[in-house]
């Protein structure tokens, strides 16, 4: 296989297209025409897999829709929590947006099977509502929960609390800006990161503001996040069951 | 009452199949039976099905269950029977969410009423039948244009003014109720019983009828599921391919029998089923392309191969045969007459099956190649177990029941395969100095006027008493000859009626006389102690000595 210095170079074209989540190949010919090749010729395919290893990434998806890259480990392509939001300073910050992010994924995939469907048929648009009710009710029947085991939270370290009394005791709407954000204010910064990730898009639902997932976010949940995310909890669970036996 | 050998015949006539696919939690379907999900018509195998009790327990018959059957009646006959019995009611059931759609109209608001979502859903099914698989396949807001004429002669028909919000309104429900959006855009879900094994036995029916798509230009298209073509062709018990020829076989008798305006009915119907016969093939291409595990590529795949090039080479040579007897036909009749329009127009449908058709041959040639580099790519590609996780129960609920540490130190983790790629961030020198050469903001036109505040001195004893009140109570201190008693002071002030405003004036004055302030320099007054009580109009203490300087 002979390596031409112009195939290196249109390979360098297809990863910048790949890493723009606002690149659409219908917009953009060039993009379109590199899709074509690297879904045609398997010489060039073979070497945009090689060429993106080595740079810390994995082709996730390539097809007429577009290229989806995703970060290896410990990559430089790999998003941090800093990136992400940049004032979230304090752990329950954090841990807020993470809980926030998976419970918009639970709410667009609420059943295993969900996973299953096929990418290129949209799912239900959903709003900021329906991600807040998704969280606030599990963390209500958690708290209930609590009472009637009496639970005693006063004097116990802050570590020791259940991460869902972190969600409880934010407020769902602020009243002023600070530091503090509701968590309304939290879900609707993850929409529009999202977003802005080419993971979203902004729709009408019934008169109101909602978000229609993408197909590079229903790929990205289904190939690459479900099955990692479940895994880590199992392995902080120790419970070693795959998905589908518990 | 049948006897045994029968029961058995039946269970091993293969019409009814033991499997079914649960749609429930704990599937654990093998790709296989994944394989044969809707991508394939649902005429050639029954549709997914669940199996509830039987109504009836196992070997007691209902009377007149097999009324029709003889003791002379074959095993195939009554099996057979029952088969196309299943299979009719199942067409009759997928117009269901139709008709309920329909019936729902009387209970809408008066300013909707008049509108016949029944017509008007079939008009959508024809307007998206028009454009699927093309380059301008029908969005809500293409669908929403071509319905206003239909709704606007609904207006008329009502004596109602149009109205376009109210118009919107009608699309946005039409749709929302043929995509299920009260159920959350799952299928429909529709009980019913059927016969099996002598007994009868409840199922559920699951079925689509119109989904959204993805369109490669970015926008969200309408598609009408393979459900909805087969009830909207009225195909009762014909797979796609027997549905074509059948189609394109009735365009030919009535063409031969001068009936051209059914032949362009005919015509139409054909040209639909080329539509779902297009997308049947598509469907298997793009979920190889998705994940070759999904996919049989050992046996049905190559079986479906073959079969659809042998079918794709009899239809473009019937539709080839088809137009150019049209073409004949048409240098028989006169322009003006309207049989001319129609005749043309069935010679141009058949002219579009053949194009589709022929679209496909190369796919299909392409397939087994197709297969093979999926095969090689997908080995590179980090795949996702076939068992999927539940989000919301497997991982959700367990974070936040975790200890807030544990779940903290789970997230820190996650950043990294919770979202894409992102781009690296490199320093730009360049950038940075493009950041600060940037022009000014300009100032707006008209700034708001910036108020100087009025800056006073301010003195909190100055203004404990009114200025008349410290002038009077001054003017007592400066009438003290050398040396005077602060009690003579208020006395004099008391005899002459003084308010008490004044008395309080003159005392405060004799205090800070008393006290002075040390930078505020000389001052006239000077007060020591007298030795002895206050008694004077009300003010008590100790008596001061005033002493003029």
């Known amino acids: 296989m002979d390596t031409d210095v112009a195939d290196i170079h249109d390979i360098g074209r297809l990863v910048q297209f790949g890493l723009r989540s606002d690149a659409l190949p219908s917009a953009e010919p060039e993009y379109r025409q590199l899709l074509e090749r690297y879904n045609d010729d398997s010489d060039f395919s073979t070497l945009v897999h090689a060429i993106v290893k080595g740079l810390g ?12 890259l995703v970060p290896t480990d410990g990559s430089a392509f790999e998003m941090r929590w800093s990136d992400y939001r940049p004032s979230s300073h304090t752990t329950d910050d954090r841990l807020l947006d993470g809980l926030i992010n998976v419970g918009i994924m639970a709410t667009v995939f609420p059943l295993s099977r969900d996973l299953e469907d096929d990418p290129t048929l949209p799912r239900m648009p959903i709003t900021v509502d329906e991600v807040e009710q998704t969280l606030r009710s599990l963390a209500a029947k958690m708290h209930l929960a609590s009472h009637a085991r009496l639970d005693l939270v006063s004097g116990t370290e802050p570590g020791m609390i259940e991460a869902w009394r972190v969600y ?25 990161f999202l977003r802005k990730q080419g993971c979203f898009t902004k729709v009408q639902l019934n008169g109101r503001a909602a978000h229609q997932p993408t197909w590079r976010y229903h790929i990205l949940v289904q190939e690459f996040s479900a099955e990692p995310l479940y895994l880590s909890v199992r392995a902080l669970l120790n419970d070693n069951s795959a998905p589908g036996e518990s | 009452m049948i006897a045994p050998r029968y029961l058995a015949t039946l269970a091993r006539s293969g019409h009814f199949r033991g499997e079914s696919e649960s749609k429930d939690e704990s599937c654990q379907c093998s790709p296989r039976l994944r394989a044969r999900a809707p991508a394939v018509s649902f005429m050639s195998t029954y549709p997914p099905e669940t199996q509830d009790q039987p109504v009836n327990s196992p070997g007691e018959l209902e009377p007149d269950l097999f009324s029709g059957a003889t003791a002379e009646a074959t095993p195939i006959e009554l099996s057979s029977w029952q088969a196309q019995l299943t299979r009719r009611l199942h067409v009759l059931l997928h117009a269901d969410p139709l008709l309920r759609m329909r019936r729902r109209d009387a209970l809408q608001d008066s300013e909707l009423r008049h509108y016949d979502s029944l ?99 970015g926008r969200t298209v309408l598609r009408l599921s393979d ?111 309207p049989e001319f329009q129609q005749v043309a127009e069935i010679a141009r449908l058949m002219v579009n099956c053949q194009r589709r058709h022929q679209n496909l041959h190369p796919h299909l040639l392409d397939a087994r190649r197709v297969f093979r580099i999926e095969q090689d790519r997908q080995a590179f590609v980090p795949r996702a177990s076939l068992q999927r996780p539940n989000l919301l129960a497997g991982v959700l609920e367990p974070m936040l029941s975790m200890r807030r540490s544990e779940a903290s130190e789970l997230v ?19 950038r940075l100095i493009s950041w600060q050469l940037r022009p000014r903001r300009e100032r707006r036109a008209d700034p708001p006027p910036i108020i100087d505040p009025e800056l006073e ?47 309080d004036a003159i005392a405060w004055l004799s205090l800070e006389a008393f006290a002075p302030d040390p930078e505020e320099g000389e001052r006239p007054l000077l007060a020591i102690h007298a030795g002895r009580a206050l008694d004077v109009a009300g003010f008590k203490g100790d008596d001061l000595t005033l002493i003029k300087e």
């Open chain 2, 227 to 337: 459900q909805a073509l087969n009830l909207f062709l009225n195909a009762l018990d014909l797979d796609i391919e027997d549905a074509q020829a059948a189609a394109e076989a009735v365009v030919e008798s009535q063409l031969k029998r001068g009936r051209f305006a059914e032949a362009l009915q005919s015509a139409n119907n054909a040209l639909i089923q080329s539509v779902r016969y297009q997308t049947k093939v598509e469907d298997v291409l793009r979920d190889t392309r998705r994940d070759i595990r999904r996919v049989d590529w050992r046996e049905d795949v190559p079986r479906l191969i073959e079969t659809a090039l042998d079918h794709i080479h009899m239809r473009v040579t019937v539709e080839q045969a088809i137009a150019r007897s049209a073409e004949e036909k048409l240098a028989t009749i006169s322009p003006e007459r």
């Open chain 2, 119 to 217: 017509l008007l859903a079939l008009r959508v099914f024809d307007l998206i039948i028009e454009r699927t698989g093309l380059e301008h396949e029908a969005d809500q807001q293409q669908v929403a244009a071509a319905l206003e004429p239909h709704l606007i002669a609904m207006d008329g028909a009502a004596q109602k003014e149009p109205d376009p919000e109210r118009h919107a309104k009608v699309v946005d429900r039409l749709i929302g109720a043929l995509r299920n959006d009260d159920g959350g855009r799952r299928a429909f879900k529709i009980r019913y019983s059927a016969f099996a094994d002598n007994r009868v036995l409840r199922h559920h029916l699951e079925f689509k009828l119109l989904r959204e798509h993805f369109h490669l230009d």
């Open chain 2, 457 to 503: 001195e301010e003195s909190p004893d100055v203004f404990r008493y009114p200025e008349q009140v410290r002038e009077r109570a001054e003017a007592y201190i400066a009438t003290v000859r050398d040396t005077e008693t602060l009690s003579a002071v208020l006395t004099r002030a008391a005899a002459a009626a003084e308010p008490e405003s004044v008395l």
């Open chain 2, 412 to 430: 820190n983790q996650s950043a990294g395969f919770l979202f894409g790629a992102r781009p690296a961030h490199t320093f730009s020198l360049s």
């Open chain 1, 168 to 192: 409880w005791n934010r407020s769902e709407v602020g009243v002023s800006k600070g530091t503090s954000r509701s968590t309304r204010g939290l879900i609707e910064y993850a929409l529009d």
């Open chain 1, 57 to 68: 990434l994995s082709v996730l998806e390539g097809n007429r829709r577009g290229l989806i």
